[in-house]
């Protein structure tokens, strides 16, 4: 992607605000071409045609979550580089013969529209790959709304793909994920079909957090002492954090749920066990404070709107009661998988008893 220089300086000057270098660092810096694409004299990508609602706010990025957002995004393997739409049109055009002979074997009842259908939503759904994507798009280009379009597509995808199996506590954090940024329709869907509560899960506190997350959306008013928050000490400390926020929410402590967030922030970011681009914005903490505002909005909670990570305020504004997903992101893709996909409607292999 050519640029002159007049572009390329105004880029770069909009991007060198946010590296972590002293004025005399960056005199003796040698830029690389990962850097270079961090600093903006040329992205990667194409961004998706989101309309913008509000001014982009300049996020903090440590050079560390630059330089890994900007080898994702040019590893040609992982199609970060692609457009929401670009994606999915290349998903329809793989070749998914042996998918369908191989789900066949499975389902021999099935009409072959389903087995299609199951083998390209499959492809679409890509794991985590859509939350990744967002949050590089987000550190390199500052585009929170690319960010919020990608997060609805990754929720949905967990939704369909990861229920009702013997690890189903780890859909809490799809759920937080979706209050994150206020996806009515995901959590609504979370809330019909989980299976709740979970009684014989080998899950531990995130199991619990699974079952506080959902009394509290299906009962507000629930009281501290009808809850199981109990940690044990290898507990991490982010993780403790979010049991101590949901406590302080069903006791209606401002001061203990401000504290208690604080900790899930800056324990997310420091935890080794989560990969680098998935703790860069800490979700979950973003789940937790519309988790308060829909339960418990007389606490009234803030964070700090200066624009550092793990926090991302910005997201946390626009999303509210705004859905950016929409029939027309799937081009090519059959009508009533379109409708699995956006409104979370059945998939018709779901409905066969």
Same mark, same amino acid.
């Given at each position: 992607?050519?640029?002159?220089?007049?572009?390329?300086?105004?880029?770069?000057?909009?991007?060198?605000?946010?590296?972590?270098?002293?004025?005399?660092?960056?005199?003796?810096?040698?830029?690389?071409?990962?850097?270079?694409?961090?600093?903006?004299?040329?992205?990667?990508?194409?961004?998706?045609?989101?309309?913008?609602?509000?001014?982009?706010?300049?996020?903090?990025?440590?050079?560390?979550?630059?330089?890994?957002?900007?080898?994702?995004?040019?590893?040609?393997?992982?199609?970060?580089?692609?457009?929401?739409?670009?994606?999915?049109?290349?998903?329809?055009?793989?070749?998914?013969?042996?998918?369908?002979?191989?789900?066949?074997?499975?389902?021999?009842?099935?009409?072959?529209?389903?087995?299609?259908?199951?083998?390209?939503?499959?492809?679409?759904?890509?794991?985590?790959?859509?939350?990744?994507?967002?949050?590089?798009?987000?550190?390199?280009?500052?585009?929170?709304?690319?960010?919020?379009?990608?997060?609805?597509?990754?929720?949905?995808?967990?939704?369909?793909?990861?229920?009702?199996?013997?690890?189903?506590?780890?859909?809490?954090?799809?759920? @937080?994920?979706?209050? +994150? %940024?206020?996806? =009515?329709?995901?959590?609504?869907?979370? &809330?019909?079909?989980? #299976?709740? /509560?979970?009684?014989?899960?080998?899950?531990?506190?995130?199991?619990?957090?699974?079952?506080?997350?959902?009394?509290?959306?299906?009962?507000?008013?629930?009281?501290?002492?009808?809850?199981?928050?109990?940690?044990?000490?290898?507990?991490?400390?982010?993780?403790?954090?979010?049991?101590?926020?949901?406590?302080?929410?069903?006791?209606?402590?401002?001061?203990?749920?401000?504290?208690?967030?604080?900790?899930?922030?800056?324990?997310?970011?420091?935890?080794?066990?989560?990969? @680098?681009?998935?703790? +860069? %914005?800490?979700? =979950?903490?973003?789940?937790?404070?519309? &988790?308060?505002?829909? #339960?418990? /909005?007389?606490?009234?909670?803030?964070?700090?709107?200066?624009?550092?990570?793990?926090?991302?305020?910005?997201?946390?504004?626009?999303?509210?009661?705004?859905?950016?997903?929409?029939?027309?992101?799937?081009?090519?893709?059959?009508?009533?998988?379109?409708?699995?996909?956006?409104?979370?409607?059945?998939?018709?292999?779901?409905?066969?008893?």
């Amino acid at each position: 992607m050519g640029l002159d220089r007049k572009d390329s300086l105004a880029l770069r000057s909009r991007y060198t605000a946010v590296m972590p270098f002293s004025d005399a660092k960056k005199r003796n810096h040698r830029v690389n071409r990962r850097t270079r694409v961090a600093l903006g004299q040329w992205l990667p990508f194409r961004s998706s045609p989101v309309t913008r609602t509000v001014p982009l706010i300049t996020m903090r990025f440590p050079k560390n979550y630059i330089e890994h957002a900007s080898e994702a995004v040019a590893n040609p393997d992982l199609d970060y580089s692609l457009t929401f739409e670009e994606f999915v049109a290349a998903c329809m055009n793989r070749d998914v013969s042996k998918a369908i002979e191989n789900c066949r074997r499975k389902h021999p009842e099935w009409p072959h529209e389903w087995l299609e259908g199951y083998a390209r939503l499959r492809r679409i759904s890509d794991g985590n790959r859509w939350l990744i994507r967002g949050v590089a798009r987000r550190i390199l280009a500052s585009d929170v709304d690319e960010l919020q379009l990608f997060l609805e597509m990754h929720v949905r995808s967990r939704f369909h793909w990861y229920y009702k199996n013997h690890d189903e506590y780890i859909e809490v954090w799809s759920l @937080l994920d979706a209050l +994150a %940024i206020d996806d =009515c329709v995901t959590i609504n869907r979370h &809330l019909e079909f989980a #299976t709740f /509560p979970l009684t014989n899960s080998q899950g531990g506190e995130a199991a619990r957090l699974f079952n506080a997350v959902h009394q509290l959306l299906r009962e507000p008013s629930t009281q501290l002492k009808d809850l199981d928050l109990r940690t044990t000490k290898s507990c991490a400390s982010w993780l403790r954090a979010c049991l101590e926020f949901i406590a302080a929410v069903a006791q209606r402590s401002q001061e203990q749920a401000q504290a208690a967030l604080a900790s899930v922030l800056s324990g997310y970011r420091r935890t080794p066990q989560i990969n @680098l681009m998935e703790k +860069a %914005i800490a979700f =979950c903490a973003h789940g937790l404070l519309r &988790l308060c505002e829909r #339960t418990a /909005p007389e606490l009234a909670l803030e964070v700090s709107a200066s624009p550092s990570l793990p926090w991302d305020e910005q997201l946390h504004r626009i999303s509210t009661g705004r859905q950016i997903v929409s029939r027309k992101h799937f081009p090519g893709v059959p009508p009533w998988l379109i409708d699995s996909i956006v409104e979370l409607n059945p998939l018709p292999w779901q409905t066969v008893q």
